[in-house]
């Protein structure tokens, strides 16, 4: 059943790159056909979650790579399978929705194709053992979403939230990859189970407080974590499928996903507790207070995203057997209520035409199917019984309860953030599904009982979960206490259930919804507080002002690309001769050995000094020449003398290769010549002087290269290496030949390659020049 689970992630992908073949042929049935394959890894996830054999227990599956340390290798436990569980259960469940939902859009093909692709890139990242195929499908899920948010990019809105989320999650990936490598470095491995199975600590190192800076950028990012949080309201602009399935199991639950996968390996230092619980801590209240001054019902639903996340967050910090309990059920319990609720969100909007809470009354009596569903998920979503939530709730008390040391900010935190949870279920289920007063009658598209059923069947079947699962929690014991036991390296007992007795946490709890229904009576003046107060923080808002940043980088980008980037080659040319020669210089002559060891300097002879004059008057005599068949020659005799000197040392292959390289250049040159245009004066003194300080800068700049070449001592020159192995590895007496074709074979390929690129080159221009002459005689 697990080959068959690994093999089920595969055909999704597959499924995806065949989307264009496969929306033709099914046209608007594709979102049904596209579901099946999620909904059979579905059920066999379903069957290994209830036959795991112990809590202890895992199944790694090898696939393949291209490196020791690039395996692409699926691990599966029960971390990765309740969250493979939640991305295919209800990834079937949004893909049988759209069908319906986005059967007007254009580029159904395209929102299909990113769709399954983002399914396939988050369930990769779940199920991955190898910390850099994490990484991979970790950015794949960024890319593909920028194109599931900006899916209406004729749209300004939707292509401005796009690019923020884009942005912030890619620089979140890179601080991942960072972090993935140290990891690697430090730990000598990439594998999870090795890592795990080893039992590696970094708490103690050295660099454990950068790889945590770097992949707590990382979870921020991606899972909106404050101040990262602004972008995820802004991903409303995406259609409604899009944002259920982003905002319920996916995209923003992939930070949460990391957190508990590197917690038995980065977690449990006194920096992971107060960074993670402060961070969740803040970004929960306020996501629940923005949301509360909300009217549009699918920003009320991201803004309480935020808030649960937060939630997880500070649950992950706290780092108990409790708190890891309570964030794995919370994970289940938000998804399936926040995915039933956007549904039902995209429902109403379809049938109405508005998500206006202040337009939107009475649609328990003319939409009972949908009302039913959204008033079970906004009981999950406020905590109360018998839903899942309620348990999910009472374990997050419970956990904050048990950690008496910041008891005094967790439990205030929490408990002000649930009422205001409870406060907007109540809200949204008064003004939505029963107010009618003093609001004008809503005209239905068309009957409920006319939608299809897919169209339905997602937020009912997520509520009916959400209740079964609150019923009869036992279902989840097993594999929640293999989930514990990959998180927090021991085994523990985990007991659920919808009731523990009068105690404590049921105390706060009753307080929250008590306070929550209060806020509710008093919604009118504290809506108007709040609305205030977000107004008076208009004037930090974080979108504008990471849209204004990005436009001035971009500005002042510009102004020094073209300053820099302005096309005139020579200039590139001088500036980086310039630089290197400042460098080198400086290296030379700040060696502790001295820049040049004289005393190992042999004595030069007079033939070798006669040879080295007459190039050097061929040079002076070709740069102040006016004739270009005498600068020719002159550089001819360049060449020809270093072919001399080559054979005075004793180099006589390279001194035939340098005469017949001088030889076929001249009459390369002599041919070309004829069709060059007159001489002319095209720079000023001014210019030439520099030209030639430059130039006769680089020049000394490089002998002295080589003259502090020759005398550097190697422990092993790689000389020797060539001389011991080119007979008996390259099977030739040559040296010289066996290293330009055996040892840096790939080398002299790509030279060749060069030079026929640029004989070709050359070749073209003489024909067109000469068929212009043909012409224009």
Same mark, same amino acid.
């Given at each position: 059943?697990?080959?068959?689970?690994?093999?089920?992630?595969?055909?999704?992908?597959?499924?995806?790159?065949?989307?264009?073949?496969?929306?033709?042929?099914?046209?608007?049935?594709?979102?049904?056909?596209?579901?099946?394959?999620?909904?059979?890894?579905?059920?066999?996830?379903?069957?290994?979650?209830?036959?795991?054999?112990?809590?202890?227990?895992?199944?790694?599956?090898?696939?393949?790579?291209?490196?020791?340390?690039?395996?692409?290798?699926?691990?599966?436990?029960?971390?990765?399978?309740?969250?493979?569980?939640?991305?295919?259960?209800?990834?079937?469940?949004?893909?049988?929705?759209?069908?319906?939902?986005?059967?007007?859009?254009?580029?159904?093909?395209?929102?299909?194709?990113?769709?399954?692709?983002?399914?396939?890139?988050?369930?990769?990242?779940?199920?991955?053992?190898?910390?850099?195929?994490?990484?991979?499908?970790?950015?794949?899920?960024?890319?593909?979403?920028?194109?599931?948010?900006?899916?209406?990019?004729?749209?300004?809105?939707?292509?401005?939230?796009?690019?923020?989320?884009?942005?912030?999650?890619?620089?979140?990936?890179?601080?991942?990859?960072?972090?993935?490598?140290?990891?690697?470095?430090?730990?000598?491995?990439?594998?999870?189970?090795?890592?795990?199975?080893?039992?590696?600590?970094?708490?103690?190192?050295?660099?454990?407080?950068?790889?945590?800076?770097?992949?707590?950028?990382?979870?921020?990012?991606?899972?909106?974590?404050?101040?990262?949080?602004?972008?995820?309201?802004?991903?409303?602009?995406?259609?409604?499928?899009?944002?259920?399935?982003?905002?319920?199991?996916?995209?923003?639950?992939?930070?949460?996903?990391?957190?508990?996968?590197?917690?038995?390996?980065?977690?449990?230092?006194?920096?992971?507790?107060?960074?993670?619980?402060?961070?969740?801590?803040?970004?929960?209240?306020?996501?629940?207070?923005?949301?509360?001054?909300?009217?549009?019902?699918?920003?009320?639903?991201?803004?309480?995203?935020?808030?649960?996340?937060?939630?997880?967050?500070?649950?992950?910090?706290?780092?108990?057997?409790?708190?890891?309990?309570?964030?794995?059920?919370?994970?289940?319990?938000?998804?399936?209520?926040?995915?039933?609720?956007?549904?039902?969100?995209?429902?109403?909007?379809?049938?109405?035409?508005?998500?206006?809470?202040?337009?939107?009354?009475?649609?328990?009596?003319?939409?009972?199917?949908?009302?039913?569903?959204?008033?079970?998920?906004?009981?999950?979503?406020?905590?109360?019984?018998?839903?899942?939530?309620?348990?999910?709730?009472?374990?997050?008390?419970?956990?904050?309860?048990?950690?008496?040391?910041?008891?005094?900010?967790?439990?205030?935190?929490?408990?002000?953030?649930?009422?205001?949870?409870?406060?907007?279920?109540?809200?949204?289920?008064?003004?939505?599904?029963?107010?009618?007063?003093?609001?004008?009658?809503?005209?239905?598209?068309?009957?409920?009982?006319?939608?299809?059923?897919?169209?339905?069947?997602?937020?009912?079947?997520?509520?009916?979960?959400?209740?079964?699962?609150?019923?009869?929690?036992?279902?989840?014991?097993?594999?929640?206490?293999?989930?514990?036991?990959?998180?927090?390296?021991?085994?523990?007992?985990?007991?659920?259930?919808?009731?523990?007795?009068?105690?404590?946490?049921?105390?706060?709890?009753?307080?929250?919804?008590?306070?929550?229904?209060?806020?509710?009576?008093?919604?009118?003046?504290?809506?108007?507080?709040?609305?205030?107060?977000?107004?008076?923080?208009?004037?930090?808002?974080?979108?504008?002002?990471?849209?204004?940043?990005?436009?001035?980088?971009?500005?002042?980008?510009?102004?020094?690309?073209?300053?820099?980037?302005?096309?005139?080659?020579?200039?590139?040319?001088?500036?980086?001769?310039?630089?290197?020669?400042?460098?080198?210089?400086?290296?030379?002559?700040?060696?502790?050995?001295?820049?040049?060891?004289?005393?190992?300097?042999?004595?030069?002879?007079?033939?070798?000094?006669?040879?080295?004059?007459?190039?050097?008057?061929?040079?002076?005599?070709?740069?102040?020449?006016?004739?270009?068949?005498?600068?020719?020659?002159?550089?001819?005799?360049?060449?020809?003398?270093?072919?001399?000197?080559?054979?005075?040392?004793?180099?006589?292959?390279?001194?035939?290769?340098?005469?017949?390289?001088?030889?076929?250049?001249?009459?390369?040159?002599?041919?070309?010549?004829?069709? &060059?245009? #007159? +001489?002319?004066? /095209?720079?000023?003194?001014?210019?030439?002087?520099?030209?030639? $300080?430059? *130039? @006769? =800068? !680089?020049?000394?700049?490089?002998?002295?290269?080589?003259?502090?070449?020759?005398?550097?001592?190697?422990?092993?020159?790689?000389?020797?290496?060539?001389?011991?192995?080119?007979?008996?590895?390259?099977?030739?007496?040559?040296?010289?030949?066996?290293? &330009?074709? #055996? +040892?840096?074979? /790939?080398?002299?390929?790509?030279?060749?390659?060069?030079?026929? $690129?640029? *004989? @070709? =080159? !050359?070749?073209?221009?003489?024909?067109?020049?000469?068929?212009?002459?043909?012409?224009?005689?």
């Amino acid at each position: 059943m697990e080959q068959l689970a690994i093999v089920l992630i595969g055909l999704i992908f597959l499924m995806g790159l065949m989307v264009p073949l496969l929306r033709p042929l099914f046209k608007n049935y594709t979102g049904r056909i596209l579901a099946l394959v999620p909904f059979a890894l579905f059920g066999a996830l379903t069957i290994l979650f209830f036959t795991l054999p112990d809590q202890t227990s895992r199944i790694i599956e090898t696939g393949f790579g291209f490196l020791p340390e690039m395996q692409f290798t699926f691990r599966i436990d029960g971390v990765s399978l309740i969250f493979g569980m939640m991305v295919s259960g209800i990834g079937g469940l949004v893909l049988g929705y759209s069908s319906f939902y986005m059967a007007k859009y254009a580029g159904r093909t395209k929102f299909y194709f990113f769709l399954v692709l983002f399914m396939g890139a988050m369930l990769g990242l779940v199920f991955a053992d190898n910390l850099l195929a994490l990484f991979i499908f970790w950015e794949l899920t960024s890319i593909t979403s920028f194109f599931l948010i900006g899916f209406d990019h004729d749209k300004e809105k939707p292509r401005q939230a796009s690019l923020q989320a884009l942005l912030l999650t890619a620089f979140g990936g890179l601080c991942l990859l960072f972090a993935v490598i140290l990891i690697g470095n430090l730990a000598g491995t990439y594998s999870l189970s090795e890592l795990y199975d080893k039992g590696f600590r970094f708490g103690a190192h050295s660099d454990y407080h950068l790889v945590f800076l770097l992949v707590s950028v990382a979870v921020a990012t991606k899972s909106a974590q404050f101040p990262f949080h602004f972008w995820l309201p802004g991903a409303m602009n995406a259609p409604t499928p899009i944002s259920a399935y982003l905002h319920s199991a996916t995209m923003v639950n992939a930070g949460i996903f990391l957190l508990l996968r590197l917690n038995p390996v980065l977690g449990g230092t006194i920096l992971w507790k107060s960074a993670l619980i402060l961070a969740g801590g803040i970004t929960m209240f306020i996501g629940a207070f923005f949301a509360l001054g909300q009217k549009d019902l699918k920003r009320i639903l991201a803004f309480t995203t935020i808030s649960a996340l937060g939630t997880m967050v500070m649950l992950i910090g706290m780092n108990t057997s409790a708190s890891i309990k309570a964030a794995l059920i919370f994970f289940i319990v938000h998804g399936l209520y926040k995915g039933g609720l956007f549904m039902v969100a995209g429902i109403i909007d379809k049938n109405t035409g508005t998500r206006d809470i202040d337009k939107l009354g009475g649609l328990l009596k003319t939409m009972p199917i949908t009302s039913i569903a959204g008033i079970l998920a906004l009981l999950s979503m406020s905590g109360l019984p018998p839903m899942l939530g309620f348990i999910g709730k009472e374990l997050i008390y419970d956990a904050k309860v048990q950690i008496p040391e910041l008891s005094w900010l967790v439990i205030p935190l929490g408990v002000a953030a649930n009422m205001m949870m409870v406060a907007i279920s109540v809200l949204v289920f008064y003004e939505i599904f029963l107010s009618r007063r003093n609001k004008k009658p809503i005209a239905l598209k068309q009957p409920e009982k006319r939608l299809p059923g897919n169209f339905l069947a997602g937020p009912v079947a997520l509520a009916l979960v959400g209740l079964g699962l609150g019923m009869a929690p036992g279902w989840l014991e097993d594999t929640m206490a293999n989930a514990m036991y990959f998180i927090q390296s021991e085994v523990v007992d985990i007991d659920l259930a919808l009731w523990h007795g009068f105690n404590q946490v049921l105390l706060l709890s009753i307080f929250t919804v008590a306070m929550g229904v209060l806020i509710f009576v008093f919604r009118r003046p504290i809506g108007k507080l709040v609305r205030i107060i977000i107004g008076w923080t208009d004037q930090y808002h974080l979108p504008d002002h990471f849209n204004k940043l990005i436009k001035n980088y971009l500005s002042f980008a510009g102004k020094h690309t073209n300053r820099i980037q302005h096309g005139y080659h020579r200039y590139y040319l001088m500036t980086f001769f310039a630089a290197t020669f400042v460098l080198v210089i400086y290296q030379l002559f700040s060696a502790d050995d001295g820049w040049f060891p004289v005393k190992q300097v042999s004595p030069l002879q007079i033939h070798v000094i006669v040879v080295l004059l007459v190039a050097m008057m061929g040079v002076i005599f070709a740069i102040f020449t006016k004739s270009r068949i005498s600068a020719i020659i002159s550089l001819g005799v360049l060449g020809y003398g270093i072919s001399v000197l080559y054979m005075l040392y004793g180099a006589v292959d390279l001194a035939i290769t340098q005469f017949l390289a001088e030889t076929v250049i001249m009459v390369i040159f002599v041919m070309v010549i004829y069709h &060059l245009p #007159d +001489f002319a004066v /095209l720079s000023s003194k001014k210019s030439r002087v520099r030209d030639a $300080l430059i *130039a @006769a =800068g !680089v020049g000394v700049m490089i002998t002295l290269i080589v003259l502090k070449a020759r005398f550097i001592n190697l422990e092993t020159p790689v000389s020797e290496f060539f001389a011991e192995n080119s007979f008996l590895e390259g099977h030739g007496r040559n040296i010289v030949n066996v290293i &330009l074709v #055996d +040892f840096r074979a /790939l080398d002299t390929l790509g030279e060749i390659t060069v030079l026929g $690129l640029a *004989a @070709a =080159g !050359v070749f073209s221009l003489l024909r067109f020049d000469l068929k212009d002459k043909n012409t224009k005689k």
